[in-house]
């Protein structure tokens, strides 16, 4: 059993930045891909960036250029680095762990952006 511990969202000002962090933990096998997703309600759960373990990303069209995503592979961890951040970035924030065919989640972190 893989869990998942989010931290780092929080309320900012349209054009700043957060930075979320994802530490996995329980994992007996190597994680594969670590991801974001978000949230808003009344909507599907989206992708916003997905690292494999060998460092490739792929970006939802939304945030590529403002978006960063990382990962260091010995801690289990996965960043996502949030710059020029508008209003329509506000929802929750959920982390994924892709591991043996099994997808694990966060439990979310919201994050709001003001105008």
């Known amino acids: 059993q893989v869990q998942l511990v989010e931290s780092g969202g929080g309320l900012v000002q349209a054009g700043g930045s957060l930075r979320l962090s994802c530490a996995a933990s329980?994992?007996?096998?190597?994680?594969?891909?670590m991801g974001w997703y978000r949230q808003v309600p009344g909507k599907q759960r989206e992708l916003v960036a997905i690292i494999t373990s060998a460092g490739s990303t792929n970006y939802a069209d939304s945030v590529k250029g403002r978006f960063t995503i990382s990962r260091d592979n010995a801690k289990n961890t996965v960043y996502l680095q949030m710059n020029s951040l508008k209003p329509e970035d506000t929802a929750v924030y959920f982390c994924?762990?892709?591991?043996?065919?099994?997808?694990?989640w966060g439990q979310g972190t919201q994050v709001t952006v003001s105008s």
């Open positions: 994924n762990a892709l591991m043996l065919l099994t997808s694990y």
């Open positions: 329980g994992s007996r096998f190597r994680i594969n891909a």
